[in-house]
């Protein structure tokens, strides 16, 4: 069975701060992998996927995600945080039976 | 093209009361997924559809969710009778392929349930 670890349910960076959230994989096959933004009161947003075709995957709002198989991780960064990337986010795994499995998310906090 | 409409946005209902939310998914899109998500948790997935038949319902607390996709369009979820745990933001979403499963699901904006 997939799933999705999460680590640290809460991350602080200063604004033009580097982010990094991290994410970790368990799956028996290749997976497919995505990373989620949640806003106040809203659903779901994608920011980006991995699909096997590239292992850096660039997603909206400037955010990546490298895909390391050895490390069975797919990490989310960006290089300079703004107040707007304040946000609930989300790590996501999806495989044969293609059920979309959830990590327990990580809040985003931007210092001024 | 619209998105993925879930109704009511809000619902206050009192324990062991009845309630039910609807999803209108994106046009033409087979999957369908609920999800529950109480604070401060990941969405955990109840029951996935694949156009009006049920793909995985593993997680669902059937002696008291229930869930229809009739026509293979828009679907129910229903709780009788509601537990303050049910207390959550159910969320519906859609995806399109039935054989590429990297593409990503579309979320409502969800139902945020309340039982007092």
């Known amino acids: 069975a997939q799933s999705v670890t999460q680590l640290g349910s809460h991350v602080s960076v200063s604004e033009g701060a580097l982010v990094l959230l991290r994410c970790n994989y368990s799956s028996s096959v290749p997976p497919y992998l995505f990373w989620y933004v949640q806003y106040p009161n809203q659903g779901l947003q994608l920011l980006l996927k991995y699909t096997s075709a590239a292992t850096l995957v660039k997603g909206i709002n400037g955010f990546e995600a490298e895909f390391k198989k050895s490390e069975t991780s797919f990490h989310l960064t960006k290089p300079s945080a703004h107040m707007s990337d304040a946000a609930e986010y989300f790590c996501a795994v999806r495989s044969g039976s293609y059920k979309l499995i959830f990590g327990s998310g990580t809040r985003l906090l931007v210092r001024p | 093209e619209a998105g993925v409409a879930q109704s009511p946005r809000y619902k206050i209902i009192e324990k062991r009361q009845s309630v039910a939310f609807w999803c209108n998914p994106i046009s033409g899109h087979a999957t369908l997924y609920w999800y529950q998500q109480i604070l401060g948790q990941g969405p955990k997935l109840l029951i996935q559809f694949q156009n009006n038949g049920v793909v995985d319902d593993s997680q669902l607390p059937k002696d008291r969710f229930s869930a229809e996709r009739l026509k293979g369009v828009d679907s129910t979820l229903k709780i009788q009778p509601a537990k303050l745990e049910d207390s959550a933001v159910y969320l519906c979403?859609?995806?399109?392929?039935?054989?590429?499963?990297?593409?990503?699901?579309?979320f409502g904006q969800g139902t945020r349930l309340t039982v007092v």
């Open positions: 979403a859609s995806s399109s392929e039935t054989r590429r499963v990297n593409t990503e699901a579309f």
